[in-house]
């Protein structure tokens, strides 16, 4: 299991930092989405992988390592709910900078190829 959350959480950065370099600004919006989620994977696995365990102690005294801790999983959702938003405003900002330059790469520029 930690394998394959290892393998999607470095195949989710690797792929946005490709994507945060190129000249377009839809693919810089896309490569901060798949940043943004590639960080909420690895907060969220820091909280311990765990399937079937109840994420609140109950009583004193018990082994802390039977529980998966919900802070991180609580910090997971406020940050898909602030990336959803930001994701939103990028993609305004977009439209309208495309709007007043006619163009949509990252230096205003189009290539002459």
Do not use: C
Request: charged fraction near 15%; aromatic fraction near 6%; hydrophobic fraction near 55%.
């Amino acid at each position: 299991m930690e394998a394959v959350l290892a393998l999607a959480i470095g195949i989710l950065t690797a792929s946005g930092l490709w994507l945060l370099f190129r000249p377009r600004t839809f693919q810089v919006v896309l490569g901060l989405s798949l940043l943004s989620y590639a960080v909420n994977l690895f907060i969220l696995a820091s909280g311990r992988l765990r399937s079937d365990a109840p994420p609140i102690v109950g009583k004193e005294g018990v082994d802390p390592a039977l529980y998966a801790d919900p802070v991180p999983q609580a910090l997971v959702l406020t940050a898909i709910v602030i990336s959803f938003a930001t994701t939103a405003l990028l993609l305004v900002v977009l439209l309208a900078a495309r709007g007043i330059t006619g163009t949509d790469h990252v230096d205003g520029e189009e290539d002459d190829r």
